[in-house]
Nanobody
Framework: VQLQASGGGLVQTGGSLRLSCAASGEYYVMAWFRQAPGKEREFVARIRWRGDNTYYADSAKDRFTISRDNAKNTVYLQMNSLKPEDTAIYYC????????????????????WGQGTQVTVSS
């Protein structure tokens, strides 16, 4: 089972990008994380495969939107009002069971990871 992330690129401050993560199977929870140079991988947002339950990091609230297309087994991350501090490699991740929000912000909660897609926001 694989996750394939795409959609990264170079954008100016204030611009938008939409990331996609295509999964070869169905998962209970899917999430986006990011890792900037010299920093640890951090949680961005997650969505449950059934229902509309979403959860965001404070840095993503009001700017980013996670969504999914179950028919395509794909999760999206719409990123608006991008800032230079959003520059990072963005990874999608998947988990086959539920869990509390505090745990689902942890990288260790996820069983599968995509290869990452680079997002660069220029000032």
């Amino acid at each position: 089972v694989q996750l394939q992330a795409s959609g990264g690129g170079l954008v100016q401050t204030g611009g938008s990008l939409r990331l996609s993560c295509a999964a070869s199977g169905e998962y209970y929870v899917m999430a986006w994380f990011r890792q900037a140079p010299g920093k640890e991988r951090e949680f961005v947002a997650r969505i449950r495969w059934r229902g509309d339950n979403t959860y965001y990091a404070d840095s993503a609230k009001d700017r980013f939107t996670i969504s999914r297309d179950n028919a395509k087994n794909t999760v999206y991350l719409q990123m608006n009002s991008l800032k230079p501090e959003d520059t990072a490699i963005y990874y999608c991740a998947a988990r086959t069971s539920s869990g509390p929000n505090y745990y689902l912000k942890s990288t260790s909660a996820y069983e599968r990871w995509g290869q990452g897609t680079q997002v660069t926001v220029s000032s």
